[in-house]
């Protein structure tokens, strides 16, 4: 009993300890904090041994990071010993930069690392560079305090990956292309939270000799490819191509000059049956794998729902056999030039058959984006077949006004927890923008979190999560304040969803005066209020953390997305209430309706619909502004187009509200609603 008494009294202080430092994201394997400090004023960096460039690389990034901290700078010593403490940087092994194929995850694994603080220095030892790099991650989230007060805690530290393969898919095709800094500041942000491969999804974003009309204002050229696979090799990240080279190729197929290649005209799936299509992509393949140098390749192959038309058009022949032909076809294409592919699991899952016939060697990524706890189905018929496979969650942002973070982190949990107990190699956490309107910085957290949720072996702290992200990444008088408008976001995100469902942001643009929309709105008010007062705090709380020193870049999407929220709100309670307001109003009363409808909703300084226009027309500056800060301007002028319908509707309405009672004679009864807005 007593010593039952001291092992709980132990851990109880090593837990008080723990809870007294800042959070660590991913949460290590093994901690163990003690009492004492080591001040940053006066530390150096050294390297022991045969010191690389990858080694160099992270000592000079864990330097930059504390200099930042410190009221002086902290050199990198040429020498181990010397006078003053050091934090020493130890490999053991080779430098392995980057994952290859049959990793594993583990504490003998090449992503592992010890580190050990103590008050008078410091040891970080790893097998590879890898290694070194993720301690500097974790070394940036213990340092307490700054300037002359900046400290590391007494601790000690063993940790490693669960998962060997910890990937982001960010989607190139279906939105906005992010420029080619933007993309490396994804990359920067993904390698803080021990990510080691960025998956970039590409229809036709990627540029390839002798296809110039294939998307020339959305694409990256391949000297940029080149610069984006060098700066994530640095921070061992292996940048990956993620590919459609079946389905989905309507940015190929709508030209004419390749339109016969489809399995019908201007189709956005390709006919296997057209000797043609291999022949594209033979060089397309050839092309992408002399671009990317990573082991890996992602050739697509979901979603192909002219598989069964194209398959009764050959004849003789079953889909999952036409599927499972094509898939070794191309795979055939990249296995020559020595790589390891995959390809989407749901046609394979729909049809089976297709799995006994899958090529040599292929890695099949089963993918679903609810939240739904069974996922079973999905992994299931990979298991039975003792495949290896990948899983791969969605971030909930493509089709919705904001970010929808509780599906978000449901998914990643659940899918992550069957991945983990069904010997799952890898996770991608995919950044879908399927909308073509929403941005890729309000969706930092939840690719924080699809990060780090695979390193760590802990459940993540989902309840906890904003919070211990915003100490990471903001300015302490900041932190609580961008926690509290994530919140306040998803909630009012979430709560316009009870009413539009997830296709929130195309629902948005509805007309708000349809009979529908009325009804709707009129039995959803207390839904649409919420929306708006979450929304506003949101922005309230952004604000303030700007003013306590949050950096504004990363917070300007929250802004925006805010101040969309709140818009969608009010634009359809401001329908009903006028609708209702028109309808009850009774026998006309020039005197009356001034103040009642023409003064409050008509007039041009103040009324409802010159508020409507005011917002449409101030969200398109901020929309174009955040827009620009992350994009190159292919597509935007087609995402601003809706608000500019936006404010045509509303100019549109005031003008026929305000002619409707032209002539009209005291006591007569006002026209219908639906003749006034335009409705038949």
Known sequence: MLLRSRLLMCVLCCTNMAAAHSPLLPKPQKIQYGPGRLPLEGL?????????????????ELAAILSARCTTPIPIANILDGPGPSLVFKRTGPVA????????PGPD?????????TPVGGEIEATSSAGLYYAVQTLRQLVEGDGSSAAFPEVEIHDWPTVAYRGTMIDMSHGPLPTEDEVKRQIDFLARWKANQYYIYSEGAIELDGYPLLNPEGRFSKEQIRRVIAYGRERHVDVIP???????????LRIELYSTLGAFPHSVELDPNNPNVMSLLSDWAGQIADLFPSPFVQVGFDETWRIEDVANKRGNTTPAELFAEQLGNVAKLFQQRGKTVMAFADVMVKYPAIIDRLPRG??????????????????DPLVAKHLPYFIQSGVANWEQIAINFDMTFANIDNFLA?????????MINSVWT?????????????????????WQSAPMDRDGFFGQYTTLMYPSAAAAEVAAALEDLNKSEVAIERVFGESSIHEMWGDPFSVANLERTAGHRDYFRQTRLLAERAQAHVYQAIKNGADAATLQTLLVAGRMLDFAG???????????????????NSDRYWNEIESEVVYQSHGRFADMMDQATQIAEAYRSAWLAEYTPYRLAAALGRWDTEYIYWLRLQNRFRTATRGLKEGSSLPPLGSVIGMR
């Open 44 to 60: 150096h960096i050294r390297l022991d041994g045969d010191a690389v460039a990858e080694d160099r690389f992270a000592a000079s």
């Open 97 to 104: 930069s980057l994952p290859v194929p049959g990793e594993r």
């Open 570 to 588: 009010y634009k359809f309670l401001n329908a009903v209430e006028v609708a209702e307001r028109w309808k009850s109003f009774g026998p006309f």
């Open 242 to 252: 993620f590919l459609e080279l079946y389905g989905h190729l309507h940015d190929l």
């Open 362 to 379: 292929l890695i099949p990524i089963a993918w679903a984006y609810e939240a739904q706890p069974d996922i079973r189905k999905w992994l």
């Open 418 to 426: 069957a991945g983990r107990r069904l010997g799952a190699l890898g």
């Open 434 to 454: 399927d909308s073509a309107q929403c941005f890729l910085r309000l969706t930092w957290p939840a690719m924080a979190y699809g990060a780090a949720a695979p």
């Open 109 to 117: 694994s090449r992503e592992s690392y010890r580190l050990k603080i």
